[in-house]
């Protein structure tokens, strides 16, 4: 997301500390969300909309080990949503892949981040596809 429109950031430690959370705006709902979806979802998203908080990566980054015994053992498949503009467009989605490469990468072509509104059927398609080849 390059400019925040008329998403509100939270600060619940201070304005110092800096945001704690994120409300999404109907402008950034509509354009960058749910640009894709029909607009009932849009209209009811606009209605759900909840702060969101940021992801605090020291959690992750002093408390997280993986090991191929657990992690490794699973099966794992990215489905890259060609059209997301949450994600860079696949700019991220291709860090994400390739600095923890997955077993499969499927594409849903024209298909924006909220892909289970957008595109269900083909969103379901993948996930039977990958089911069939996990069993």
């Given at each position: 997301m390059e400019e925040p429109m008329d998403t509100e950031f939270v600060y619940n430690k201070g304005?110092?500390?800096?945001?704690t959370s994120v409300v999404l705006g109907p402008?950034?709902?509509?354009?960058?969300?749910?640009?894709?979806?029909?607009?009932?979802d849009l209209t009811l998203a606009t209605y759900l909309v909840r702060p969101v908080p940021f992801f605090d990566e020291s959690v992750l980054l002093t408390n997280t080990e993986l090991s191929k015994e657990k992690y490794g053992s699973v099966h794992r498949v990215y489905v890259v949503c060609e059209k997301d503009n949450v994600l860079n467009e696949q700019q991220f989605q291709r860090w994400l892949i390739?600095?923890?490469?997955?077993?499969e990468v499927h594409m849903i072509q024209d298909a924006?981040?909220?892909?289970?509104?957008?595109?269900?059927r083909e969103?379901?398609?993948?996930l039977v596809m990958i089911s069939q080849k996990c069993h």
């Open positions: 304005l110092d500390k800096g945001p402008k950034v709902l509509a354009t960058i969300y749910y640009q894709f979806c029909p607009p009932e390739n600095n923890n490469p997955p077993d924006g981040h909220m892909v289970m509104f957008s595109k269900p969103l379901c398609s993948c």
